[in-house]
């Protein structure tokens, strides 16, 4: 059998069958927003804390009272900064600090539970 007959033959026998060639993705894996922290956040905020600055905490008590309870809040403060907290917008995107952003408020809510 020529190759071409073959190549036929094989890929409708792959449809009859139902099966299909998936391609290989090149693009990374969307981050997640504990990675993201853990790359990007942790050395000063291990555990919801502040290395930095006691009062400034991402504990729920902390971020309520500093005006920081809502994603929107936290994205803004990680993408500008603040004071002693750096900006990030140029090294995360809109979307990775939207997810980072969401993160730190679902762990706060849960009370930063260990992992």
């Not at 853990?38 to 050395?43: F, K, N, R, Y």
């Amino acid at each position: 059998m020529n190759r071409l007959l073959r190549s036929l033959l094989m890929a409708f026998c792959l449809l009859i069958c139902g099966l299909t060639i998936a391609p290989i993705s090149t693009q990374a894996a969307p981050a997640t927003g504990a990675a993201l922290f853990e790359a990007q956040c942790v050395g000063c905020h291990i555990g919801g804390g502040n290395i930095i600055r006691r009062g400034k905490t991402l504990q729920l008590k902390a971020l309520k009272k500093n005006g920081y309870d809502t994603a929107e809040a936290i994205a803004t403060i990680v993408s500008q900064g603040k004071n002693n907290m750096s900006a990030y917008s140029d090294r995360l995107s809109p979307e990775e600090i939207a997810i980072v952003s969401a993160y730190v408020l679902e762990q706060a809510n849960a009370g930063w539970p260990r992992s």
